[in-house]
DNA sequence: TATTGTTATACTCTATAACTATA
DNA sequence: TATAGTTATAGAGTATAACAATA
């Protein structure tokens, strides 16, 4: 693969991502607050210290970070039943249905784009799929 | 195409998007410094208002980023002949010397991940890329 | 008067240090 | 003593309002 080809890839990739997180633009919750409710979406009910190293922030800001989500209805936070220093955090239905939401809106930009294409353009990106994932996982 | 592999390739190119950005972490600018730094290498020397709009925050706000970058000296601020309200924000010779570092490092990154493919997945990228880049820009 | 950019001020997000509660 | 999380405090980045300089 030319140099050539490899930047514009790139470019697109970033490009494509940076469209697709606008398409579920939202102004009611914050950058590190959306992050937090996909990191339960797809890892599940966890204490405040396993969060605080997932996002890669300190726990006195996903102290914050929680307090807000929590003041806003979208995570419930309860001490663990075993260790009553240990916080259980996870989405609320308001949570769940943010996250279907954002999701649903992104598909649907998504989905727009793709209609744009032709039957040929989209069979080559159903190869591409599987080849990228490896790529953003290896 | 289905609705999974609409999602699998949004996925792959969300997180491929936000490994890119990371292979190139540095922790000498911000993130809006980075930016205003690649606005005026892709688009060239402007005003500060222009950059303001282009990377939507207010000019207050790219008053603060500019005198942030010129301190150090990634790029040169001066007052238009034609009117001296104007300034001309432009890269400097460090700022440009980023730029192509910031490229460089990316561009290795990526290399290295594409080298793990076979002759046949690197086939498929290349023939996706175009399209990738029209879902991009349209 | 209108436009371009800056200064004053306040709010949000983040971190480090010191602390409380529990184990 | 060690661990999980919080509170106190300070620094960075951002916005709105008021301002200065130029057109």
Redesign the interface.
Known sequence: ?T?E?????????????????ASSADEELSEAQRSVLFTLANHGTQSLGSLSEHEQVTPPTMTRTVSALVSSGYVSSTSAEDDARRLEIGLSGKGEAFIEET?RR??AW??K??G??SAE??R???????????????
């Open positions: 693969m140099s080809v490899n930047q514009q890839l790139r470019f697109a990739i970033q490009k494509l991502a940076r469209r697709i997180r999701r992104r598909d998504f989905t784009q793709l744009g294409l353009q989209r080559i990106l159903e190869l591409a799929t599987p080849i990228l994932k490896e790529l953003a996982e290896s």
